[in-house]
């Protein structure tokens, strides 16, 4: 059951990457957004804004994204310790069979 959970976690975070990059592959092709010397004063402050709040959701986003990579990599320590411990029980037992 936790690999599911893992496994559903990482296709979600991989599923998210792409989508991010092919945004990001978007707005590389796109053209300029118009000339800066020609536009006014309240024009560029709410450019400013807008490009505020993106970059205020990208944040947010790559946080979230840093906290899912924090728990997919704790959750893969924790299991490869139990995995390591169950290994070691089964030599154990292993042992106590040969005596």
Same mark, same amino acid.
């Given at each position: 059951?936790?690999?599911?959970?893992?496994?559903?976690?990482? &296709?979600?975070? &991989?599923?998210?990457?792409?989508?991010?990059?092919?945004?990001?592959?978007?707005?590389?092709?796109?053209?300029?957004?118009?000339?800066?010397?020609?536009?006014?004063?309240?024009?560029?402050? &709410?450019?400013?804004?807008?490009?505020?709040?993106?970059?205020?959701?990208?944040?947010?986003?790559?946080?979230?994204?840093?906290?899912?990579? !924090?728990?997919?990599?704790?959750?893969?320590?924790?299991?490869?310790?139990?995995?390591?411990?169950?290994?070691?029980?089964?030599?154990? &037992? !292993?042992?106590?069979?040969?005596?």
């Amino acid at each position: 059951m936790p690999n599911n959970a893992a496994s559903l976690n990482l &296709q979600t975070i &991989q599923g998210a990457w792409a989508a991010l990059q092919a945004a990001k592959e978007k707005k590389k092709d796109a053209a300029p957004t118009g000339d800066v010397e020609a536009a006014s004063i309240e024009e560029l402050h &709410q450019k400013i804004q807008t490009l505020e709040k993106e970059n205020n959701k990208e944040e947010e986003y790559r946080n979230y994204m840093q906290l899912e990579r !924090d728990k997919i990599n704790a959750f893969w320590e924790i299991t490869k310790k139990e995995l390591e411990d169950k290994r070691a029980e089964m030599r154990n &037992q !292993d042992r106590q069979m040969e005596e």
